[in-house]
T-cell receptor, first 112, second 119 residues
Framework: SQQGEEDPQALSIQEGENATMNCSYK?????LQWYRQNSGRGLVHLIL?????REKHSGRLRVTLDTSKKSSSLLITASRAADTASYFC????????????FGSGTQLTVLP | GAVVSQHPSWVICKSGTSVKIECRSL??????MFWYRQFPKQSLMLMAT?????????EQGVEKDKFLINHASLTLSTLTVTSAHPEDSSFYIC???????????????FGDGTRLSIL
């Protein structure tokens, strides 16, 4: 079942601007992951942040995690038209299966 | 990086047909694979967890006799949609995770999905 909510549902920005997406979840987690999905394609893993980490960077991506508020944010800096896609957060359960529960997603459109 | 191959990418068939979708981990052994379903403009919903050599674990509301899962080897899981009907039309995506081992934090690697259209 889907436990996470993301906001905004849709975001449209100009190339070069920063894009921030937020994710909230409900239960304790092992880690939180962000994925990107181009239309009609599978998901591409972007970044994983562990439950004991607060911030992580990867290239133009910055992820924060606040376990007390059960929330995370994904910041994409200096956006490009090629960043246009849907972005999903996913929380990994504490159990051995490490099942992922996906958020509702944010559709990002970067205008050239 | 780890690669998961999903086949076919697109299926169009008549109502009543059974459709098999394959998910392969190409460069790692996956003891656990996951099957998801995604409706247009919606998120992924986990259907079942596929464990190599044992029965799959289905999520609540997913009919195990409708969606047959077989994970006979460490690199292959299959999902068969039996007697498919138009309401089964959807985007089906598989994923695989490398064995946890000493690192309990591993991302899942996703296939490119299968778009199933039942006429």
């Amino acid at each position: 079942s889907q436990q996470g909510e993301e906001d905004p549902q849709a975001l449209s920005i100009q190339e070069g601007e920063n894009a921030t997406m937020n994710c909230s979840y409900k239960t304790s987690i092992n880690n939180l992951q962000w994925y990107r999905q181009n239309s009609g394609r599978g998901l591409v893993h972007l970044i994983l942040i562990r439950s004991n980490e607060r911030e992580k960077h990867s290239g133009r991506l910055r992820v924060t995690l606040d376990t007390s508020k059960k929330s995370s944010s994904l910041l994409i800096t200096a956006s490009r038209a090629a960043d246009t896609a849907s972005y999903f957060c996913a929380t990994a359960s504490l159990g051995l299966s490490r099942q992922l529960t996906f958020g509702s997603g944010t559709q990002l459109t970067v205008l050239p | 990086g780890a690669v998961v191959s999903q086949h076919p990418s697109w299926v169009i068939c008549k109502s009543g047909t059974s459709v098999k979708i394959e998910c392969r981990s190409l460069d790692f052994q996956a003891t656990t694979m996951f099957w998801y379903r995604q409706f247009p403009k919606q998120s992924l919903m986990l259907m079942a967890t596929s464990n190599e050599g044992s029965k799959a674990t289905y999520e609540q509301g997913v009919e195990k006799d409708k969606f047959l899962i077989n994970h006979a080897s460490l690199t292959l899981s299959t999902l068969t949609v039996t007697s498919a009907h138009p309401e089964d039309s959807s985007f089906y995506i598989c994923s695989a995770r490398e064995p946890i081992g000493t690192n309990s934090n591993q991302p899942q690697h996703f296939g490119d999905g299968t778009r199933l259209s039942i006429l």
